[in-house]
């Protein structure tokens, strides 16, 4: 509540420390407590290969990710597979 009196309408969220799909029944929690006032958006290690554990979550319409495998740039080829999965 007090995050929708300032004026927020998302939360970017792990849920815990470490990766976001490690936590997915944190977040579940989260999306619920939010009850529509909010959207929870989980980031934090989110990739192609777990991203649709996340979109099972009822309530999760966006996600976050770098899309960064490895160095410091967003890889391609990830973000085409991550895409794919989000179509």
Wanted: hydrophobic share 40%.
């Amino acid at each position: 509540a007090v995050l929708t009196r300032l004026g927020y309408t998302r939360v970017l969220t792990s849920g815990n420390p470490g990766a976001a799909p490690t936590h997915a029944a944190l977040i579940q929690q989260l999306v619920e407590h939010a009850a529509d006032q909010l959207i929870i958006m989980p980031g934090g290690g989110v990739r192609s290969g777990n991203v649709s554990d996340l979109l099972k979550i009822p309530g999760i319409k966006e996600v976050h990710s770098s899309g960064i495998l490895t160095g410091d740039l967003p890889d391609e080829g990830e973000i085409k597979a991550l895409l794919k999965k989000l179509a």
